[in-house]
């Protein structure tokens, strides 16, 4: 059972360019969320979705970031026109439906993107 | 101020001694999760926690609703411990998670 993939690991892009992150959840689970570490900051939410739907995206910059969960293939993180400020690492994790409780975090090994 | 705050942000030690890393947060929680990140590296979970006391190998987390704190414990550290450690809330049970801002610990051999 494969953890949580992401890909690419390392992505470079130009200012003005469109950057495209990918998360594919560990199996079985329906729950995504990405978050986004800037350099010497800590970890920040910025959204949540599950299957073709947005739950929560009150951490999502207003502008240039959108994310999709498709009821087939990964979810993707889109960011439109790069600024060097979007420089960071960007994590997905994943977790199961829960019906109570709270919910496990599984993490993927993270896409550091690079705007030169 | 920050809903999650770690202490120490630094800590550098000699193998083999006792490590404690603290976290106190400032809002109702359904679960507390402990995280480590080697440089460069993805995220590990280690431990979630909801009440009382969790243990894995020479890693201890504990936590104390009421006073809404937890503390992750390393015993007989090693050099391989070196890493950032950590600490996020959960307030719902699917809520994305908050994030403290990481200990950074080096243990030295």
């Known amino acids: 059972n494969a953890g949580v993939m992401q890909n690419p690991r390392h992505l470079v892009r130009r200012r003005g360019q469109e950057a495209r992150l990918r998360c594919s959840p560990m199996k079985g689970h329906s729950h995504v969320y990405w978050y986004r570490q800037l350099p010497e900051e800590g970890l920040k939410f910025m959204v949540y979705l599950q299957k073709e739907n947005i739950i929560d995206e009150s951490g999502m910059p207003k502008e240039r970031f959108s994310a999709e969960f498709p009821k087939e293939g990964p979810s993707i993180l889109r960011i439109q026109q790069v600024v060097r400020g979007d420089s960071a690492a960007y994590f997905c994790?994943?977790?199961?439906?829960?019906?109570?409780?709270?919910?496990?975090?599984?993490f993927g090994q993270g896409t550091r993107l690079t705007v030169v | 101020k920050n809903e999650v705050e770690q202490s120490p942000q630094n800590l550098t030690a000699q193998e083999g001694e006792f490590i404690t890393i603290n976290c106190s947060y400032s809002?109702?929680?359904?679960?507390l999760h402990w995280l480590q990140q080697h440089p460069g590296g993805g995220i590990v979970s280690l431990f979630m926690?909801?009440?009382g006391k969790k243990k894995h190998g020479r890693l201890i987390a504990t936590i104390n609703i009421q006073e809404k704190h937890s503390s992750l414990h390393i015993t007989a550290s090693h050099p391989r411990d070196s890493a950032v450690y950590i600490c996020a809330v959960r307030r719902g049970g699917a809520d994305g998670l908050t994030f403290g801002k990481g200990t950074h610990l080096i243990i030295q051999p």
């Open positions: 809002v109702g929680i359904s679960a």
């Open positions: 926690l909801s009440s």
């Open positions: 994790a994943s977790s199961p439906l829960i019906q109570s409780g709270s919910t496990e975090a599984f």
